[in-house]
C-alpha cells in the first residue's frame, strides 16, 4: 500500500497538475478583482447616466466565462487548460468528465 502511495507521488502529472492549479488559483484572484472593479464601473454607469456601459458588457462577459474555464480545471471537472496555457477560446465549451454519481 505505500509503494502504491509513493508511485502517486513520483507521477509527474500530479505535480504539473498542482503546478497549473496553483497559477490558475493566483489568475482567478486578479480576475475576480477585474469583475468587482467591473462591477463598480457599471454601478456607477447606471447611477450617472442611467444605462449600464455598453463597451464593457463583452469583456465582463469574457472574464466571467474565463472564470468558469479556470473553475472546471480547478474543481477536476476538465482536463482542458485556460489562458495562458491554451488559446483563448471561451465560447468553446470545455470537455467535461462524465462521473457516475450514482453507487
Given at each position: 500500500m505505500?509503494?502504491?502511495?509513493?508511485?502517486?507521488?513520483?507521477?509527474?502529472n500530479?505535480?504539473?497538475?498542482?503546478?497549473?492549479?496553483?497559477?490558475?488559483?493566483?489568475?482567478?484572484?486578479?480576475?475576480?478583482?477585474?469583475?468587482?472593479?467591473?462591477?463598480?464601473?457599471?454601478?456607477?454607469?447606471?447611477?450617472?447616466?442611467?444605462?449600464?456601459?455598453?463597451?464593457?458588457?463583452?469583456?465582463?462577459?469574457?472574464?466571467?466565462?474565463?472564470?468558469?474555464?479556470?473553475?472546471?480545471?480547478l474543481?477536476?471537472?476538465?482536463?482542458?487548460?485556460?489562458?495562458?496555457?491554451?488559446?483563448?477560446?471561451?465560447?468553446?465549451?470545455?470537455?467535461?468528465?462524465?462521473f457516475?454519481?450514482?453507487?
Amino acid at each position: 500500500m505505500v509503494e502504491h502511495i509513493s508511485e502517486k507521488f513520483q507521477n509527474i502529472n500530479i505535480w504539473h497538475r498542482l503546478f497549473l492549479m496553483l497559477v490558475y488559483a493566483m489568475l482567478a484572484g486578479l480576475v475576480r478583482m477585474l469583475i468587482w472593479l467591473l462591477v463598480v464601473l457599471q454601478l456607477g454607469s447606471m447611477l450617472i447616466a442611467g444605462d449600464v456601459n455598453r463597451n464593457v458588457l463583452g469583456f465582463g462577459r469574457s472574464l466571467a466565462a474565463y472564470m468558469y474555464h479556470i473553475y472546471l480545471f480547478l474543481t477536476f471537472n476538465t482536463d482542458d487548460k485556460a489562458f495562458p496555457f491554451a488559446k483563448w477560446s471561451l465560447y468553446s465549451s470545455p470537455d467535461l468528465h462524465e462521473f457516475n454519481l450514482r453507487r
